[in-house]
């Protein structure tokens, strides 16, 4: 898939090959939140130790990886104030307080780091404040370690350019076959959690005209990543979901950040109404699956891994989901799939390139200071630069697209309705007439079924195939159906226990 809307769904880093601990009794390598909080409170290790190791791989590991753009000057000073406040207070942290997170580089940060979504002409550019879901990683007292890489402008500035590639940082690895692109606009994000240079991150969200899309790369199997029916307002007009490499680990993310915002009450206002009492947490139940009527989408999803070793993976999935006591429903079909799955046949293109510029081009105008200040300033910048450097060598199909709208007039109206229309008789009169709890499809492959009905899901490990490329299954449902998402993936993940260390193949960082 080669769009914004069909790039969505998705960070944190590198999981080191060698065993390191911080001390002999506690070791950092494949840590979950609740493990890392468990040794805070047992003086097993700080939150000063957790950020040096981190910042240690970060600094063995991304030469090649290339998953992280630029650390935070000042996470360690943050640890230090995290590790002091759990002194005073006897030991007992809980949440997100003391752990590092990774941002990608289109979340908003007003401190010494930059937001460019990848791009060279956003170099130096000043925000005017925290995006809503930094405010919140902030009160929660979380550390922001650093930006991740991104396919510049999340994949929206010409669909020739290749996955994880950006200015900033160059081309992205698949961490698991190191010759292979990440893919996806989440590229950095997914990079950097399984291979534990972080254990938490957040990536973005496709733009909010044409709903949201499970922020993701081509490794959603390495990772867990968890898109709400709305997640927190971020800037540079994306919204943002976690990718860890647990589903626990993304449920406490997802708790952290999800929240009505004023500066956004249009879209999140109703959808704070779906927020449980007492949060996501209480969900996390190892028999999740019992009772939940799930939906399996062959067509075209799973037809198209039929006699691949994928195809037996996802059959003997579809066995334990039984077996743990899920009723299936196969073979079921959606309306118009084919018409969703197409970005242009569906409206979301005409939407999203019009909603771009006019969102862009508001952000741009809100910053303290820019090199630029519209999306035809960045489209120059970008020929300007082409021509001087000759490293740049990408087109901007995309952005000449949108720079060529003028609002949202008669046609992106028809889009939007187009859209509302195709996700009523498409996925939500399925998921009433069989009376589902979720639907189950391959990877991300289904994003613009939920996208653009504005749907939550989550992409749990499901595999990896004979060439060593991870692959993973998604749970999707209607708007407000969390809850019921979370006990199936956390019940799924504990029963298969699918998800592994990368392997760098073929070719070791470490030979």
């Known amino acids: 898939m080669k769009n914004l809307s069909s790039m969505a769904f998705q960070s944190t880093l590198f999981l080191l090959l060698l065993a390191i601990s911080l001390t002999h009794e506690f070791k950092i390598k494949e840590a979950t939140i609740q493990e890392i909080h468990q040794a805070f409170n047992s003086n097993k290790v700080t939150s000063r130790q957790l950020v040096e190791f981190y910042l240690k791989q970060i600094q063995a590991l991304n030469p090649v990886l290339r998953a992280v753009i630029e650390v935070n000057p000042d996470a360690l000073n943050q640890a230090n104030v995290a590790d002091e406040k759990r002194r005073a207070s006897g030991g007992n942290s809980a949440g997100l307080e003391g752990i590092p997170i990774l941002l990608k580089d289109n979340i908003g940060t007003k401190d010494r780091l930059n937001t460019t979504a990848g791009s060279l002409a956003l170099v130096g550019s000043v925000v005017g404040r925290d995006s809503g879901v930094v405010e919140r990683l902030r009160r929660a007292e979380s550390i922001i370690l650093g930006k991740a890489s991104l396919s510049e402008w999340a994949h929206f500035r010409d669909f020739n350019a290749p996955s994880g590639w950006c200015a900033r940082s160059g081309q992205g690895k698949n961490q698991y076959v190191l010759p292979t692109d990440p893919c996806g606009l989440s590229s950095g994000s997914a990079i950097a959690v399984p291979v534990n240079k972080k254990p938490l991150s957040l990536s973005s969200l496709s733009c909010r005209g044409s709903q949201t899309h499970l922020s993701r790369s081509c490794l959603p199997t390495t990772i867990v990543g968890n898109k709400a029916t709305f997640p927190a307002l971020t800037i540079i007009f994306l919204y943002n979901s976690p990718i860890c490499r647990t589903v626990s680990d993304a449920v406490y993310v997802l708790n952290a950040i999800i929240g009505f915002d004023s500066r956004d009450a249009e879209a999140t206002r109703e959808a704070a109404k779906f927020i449980p009492s007492g949060g996501y947490t209480q969900f996390l139940k190892t028999d999740g699956l019992k009772g939940k009527r799930l939906g399996i989408l062959r067509k075209p999803f799973f037809d198209f891994y039929n006699g691949t070793v994928l195809n037996q993976a996802f059959e003997k999935h579809f066995i334990?989901?039984?077996?743990?006591?899920?009723?299936?429903?196969?073979?079921?079909?959606?309306a118009n799939v084919d018409i969703i799955g197409n970005s242009t046949a569906s409206g979301?293109?005409?939407?999203?390139?019009?909603?771009?510029?006019?969102?862009?081009?508001?952000?741009?105008?809100?910053?303290?200071?820019?090199?630029?200040?519209?999306?035809?300033?960045?489209?120059?910048f970008n020929i300007k630069f082409s021509a001087q450097e000759k490293i740049d060598e990408f087109g901007q199909g995309v952005f000449l697209a949108a720079e060529a709208t003028n609002g949202f007039g008669e046609a992106e109206n028809k889009a939007i309705e187009k859209m509302k229309r195709l996700s009523r008789d498409g996925l939500e009169r399925l998921m009433k007439e069989k009376k589902l709890d979720a639907l189950v499809t391959p990877g991300a492959d289904a994003s613009a079924i939920l996208a653009i009905g504005g749907f939550p899901g989550i992409s749990v490990p499901a595999g990896y195939g004979n060439d060593g490329v991870p692959f993973g299954i998604c749970f999707g449902g209607l708007r407000g159906s969390e809850p019921k998402l979370i006990e199936i993936a956390y019940s799924f993940e504990q029963a298969t226990k699918v998800r592994k260390p990368p392997s760098f193949?073929?070719?070791s960082l470490y030979e």
């Open 320 to 334: 334990t989901l039984k077996q743990r006591g899920a009723i299936l429903f196969d073979h079921i079909e959606i």
């Open 348 to 380: 979301e293109d005409t939407a999203l390139n019009a909603e771009f510029k006019l969102s862009l081009n508001a952000y741009l105008l809100e910053l303290v200071r820019s090199p630029v200040r519209s999306l035809a300033d960045i489209i120059a």
């Open 505 to 507: 193949k073929p070719g």
